[in-house]
């Protein structure tokens, strides 16, 4: 039976995947031999293949950003609250391209593919990707769809981070970047947080070295530890309050270990529904590249020389209450734009939402996020 | 909060006379830039470019509209993200008067810029002196239309107060001129500027001091 779409969705979508067989040099000095990129599209491309926009995804998103896969889905792609018909990213304007990164693990090469050489899965032997990885990958995709050059590119997190990326490595392949919740490195408490995500991991008696697809096991309660601390660090003390308080599940505390507040229920639903479908190598990976992106470090540590060569005009976006990548972080990219006389607008959005504010429908946001698309559609 | 004392509706004459001011091609950056209109208005006649900074919300998307790069900033955290030296003009329209540290964002004015351009609503326009002076309280006027009790406007001053800064802080006026309220000038508001000026018009530069 057909279900009815909103009308401001881009409805069902078809994910594709493209093989590549020319090896890609990674930053570690690796080689990935082939891989593929799962990827979808909304939108027409025009004829002058002016008007493509790619998303790039943070660290547990995936080339699903808009729409459904088929009409049991309950829940669209994770930025449909961004991407369609008549919103912000226009997909009656722009043809949106949204990939899966490698080292992902919704379709793109990653660990859990096998290892053509073994036989098996890559496991811990799937090589360290990084952001300039993804780029160049996410390059190679462009010139498969024949798309020379982005009118957009866009990420939120860890897709902040690959937007910023492109307008480094391929000056030229990009007119615009939105740099939403980004940061231009981790800081040391970042890092912490990504470390004990990975302990969490890692200790999981059922990981067994990252080799657990063969030991048939899932190292699951340490994923979903991990998931639950992610969690916290994207929400605000503030929403959390006001979401959860100090309410309590059967309105009395019983003196004993089982869930009786209610963010602990949250915090478990959280982490079931995310430890079901996502692998724990890929959040091991996404990490690590969170953790090495210092474009900077290349340049001496000076991020406004390292920016030396842009040409994309940028909009940075960051969230009053997110401490994951607060607003002065945001800044520190704007006066690195701005010291080399870089078109950029910035606006830091009030919000109580936490870092998580970059997915939700915050009046404010949208109107800066739109009247820059505007900008971005009018050089189509 | 409204940072601008007013939306002036008829603010077009205003932009002229700062565009006068201007060489083609500079490098501008407008603090309190509002709605984004007149960076756009100086980069469509005279090629400028450069930022806007600007606070409040409501103006952001309209600014990304008018096509000009805004960056949200509080100015009273001062110009720290800007280095010495990066700008031709820096301009301030009718927010000197809302800043907490006027004399100390001039200092930044001309530490970021090369030269500083200034408009304020005068404090001693003759109709402001009547209702303080006659009638004894305090002005409000199209210029300054707020009660005392609820105004953004907390430094208010004269045309001869902001020149006895300038001396005390070595800055050097290049150019004076007053208005009305329409920002037109006439013989009267030349003879009589600080009485008849309605808003103030100023650009000025650091004076260079001999070291011998």
Not at chain 1, 74 to 80: A, F, I, L, N, Q
């Amino acid at each position: 039976m057909a279900r009815e779409f909103p009308s401001d969705s881009v409805g069902l979508v078809q994910p594709r995947t493209v093989h590549f067989d020319q090896p890609l040099e990674l930053s570690s000095g690796e080689t990935l031999a082939g891989y593929d990129i799962v990827f979808e599209t909304y939108g027409e491309l025009n004829s002058a293949r002016s008007n493509a926009v790619l998303i790039c995804h943070a660290l547990s998103g995936s080339h699903h950003a808009a729409g459904y896969h088929d009409a049991d889905e309950t829940k669209p792609g994770w930025w449909d609250n961004m991407v369609g018909p008549g919103k912000v990213i226009d997909t009656d304007r722009f043809h949106v391209v949204s990939c899966n990164n490698i080292g992902g693990c919704h379709g793109s090469t990653g660990p859990a593919t096998i290892n053509p050489e073994t036989g098996i899965p890559y496991g811990p032997d799937f090589p360290i990707v990084t952001v300039p990885d993804w780029v160049q990958s996410q390059a190679r995709l462009a010139d498969t769809l024949n798309i020379g050059q982005w009118a957009a590119v866009i990420g939120g997190s860890l897709g902040g981070m690959q937007a910023m990326q492109w307008a480094i490595d391929f000056p030229d392949r990009l007119r615009h970047a939105v740099l939403i919740a980004a940061a231009p490195k981790l800081t040391a408490q970042n890092i912490a947080f990504n470390e004990v995500a990975r302990q969490a991991i890692c200790s999981d008696p059922d990981f067994h070295g990252g080799r657990y697809y063969e030991n048939d096991s899932e190292p699951w309660r340490g994923l979903r530890l991990a998931r639950m601390l992610g969690h916290i660090t994207y929400l605000s003390d503030d929403l959390m309050s006001e979401k959860f308080g100090r309410d309590l599940r059967e309105g009395r505390i019983n003196f004993d270990y089982g869930v009786e507040f209610q963010v602990e229920s949250y915090l478990r639903y959280q982490a079931d529904s995310f430890a079901g479908s996502f692998d724990a190598n890929t959040y091991l990976l996404m990490t690590k590249a969170l953790d090495y992106f210092d474009p900077a470090a290349k340049a001496g540590g000076v991020l406004s020389s390292a920016l030396k060569g842009v040409n994309a005009d940028f909009m940075v976006i960051s969230f009053t209450s997110d401490w994951r990548f607060a607003p002065y972080r945001s800044r520190e990219i704007v006066r690195a734009l701005h010291d080399n006389d870089l078109n950029v607008s910035y606006a830091e959005v009030e919000s109580h939402q936490g870092h998580d504010a970059f997915l939700l429908k915050i009046p404010q946001y949208l109107d800066v996020f739109t009247a820059y698309m505007d900008r971005v559609a009018a050089g189509c | 909060m409204n940072r601008k004392i007013a939306d002036i509706p008829n603010a077009r004459p205003d932009y002229a006379i700062i565009a006068e001011w201007i060489r083609p091609r500079s490098r501008v950056l407008d603090l309190g830039c509002g709605d984004g209109a007149l960076m756009r208005y100086l980069a469509e006649r005279k090629q400028t470019t450069g930022y806007g900074l600007e606070l409040d919300d409501k103006y952001l998307p309209q600014c990304i509209r008018n096509g000009i790069n805004v960056i949200q900033t509080d100015l009273d955290q001062g110009l720290a993200e800007f280095d010495d030296d990066s700008f031709d003009y820096v301009l301030l329209s009718l927010t000197l008067q809302a800043m907490h540290f006027p004399a100390r964002l001039l200092d930044e004015m001309l530490r970021v810029g090369s030269r500083g351009i200034v408009t304020f609503p005068n404090f001693g326009h003759w109709r402001a002196r009547l209702q303080l002076g006659v009638f004894g309280k305090m002005p409000i006027s199209r210029t300054l239309p707020h009660q005392w009790y609820d105004t953004p406007n907390i430094h208010l001053c004269t045309l001869r107060d902001f020149e006895a800064l300038c001396r005390d802080r070595n800055i050097d006026i290049l150019e004076r001129r007053a208005v009305d309220h329409t920002h037109r000038t006439s013989l009267g508001l030349r003879l009589w500027p600080n009485l008849l000026g309605e808003i103030a018009l100023y650009q000025f530069t650091r004076k260079v001091i001999s070291r011998r």
